[in-house]
């Protein structure tokens, strides 16, 4: 398992005056707390190996609980946590409240641990 990543800076800058690989990470598990973008679930979803709902309308006690609730693995070896488990799971949104954010990314880090476990096994 791992990703592929593109640095930032180096691919904003013209093609012409770069020649920058992306870079290759090796992972046992990964982590999509990109937000918003949900950038690790989109790409599997561009595959069609996983499915993205969006997010829903603002509903603050509703969005705070889903949010923790459903960080988990939406895919073998890729945990969903905080917006990105709003988008992929068609969540309510939650405003500007961010309880939930620690608790969902503290689910992914045991869930993660946890896992990792397993495959040492």
Known sequence: TGIVVNW???????????????????????????????????????????????????????GEEHVVHKTGEVYPGLIAAGMSVTETHGLARMGPTFGSMLYSGKRAADITAEKIKELER
């Open 8 to 62: 930032m800076p180096v691919s904003a800058l013209p093609r012409n005056i770069t020649c920058v690989d992306p870079i290759a990470l090796e992972a046992k598990i990964i982590i999509d707390a990109s937000g918003h973008d949900s950038v690790a679930v989109k790409r599997l979803v561009d595959r069609g190996l996983a499915k993205w709902k969006g997010m829903e309308p603002m509903h603050v006690n509703d």
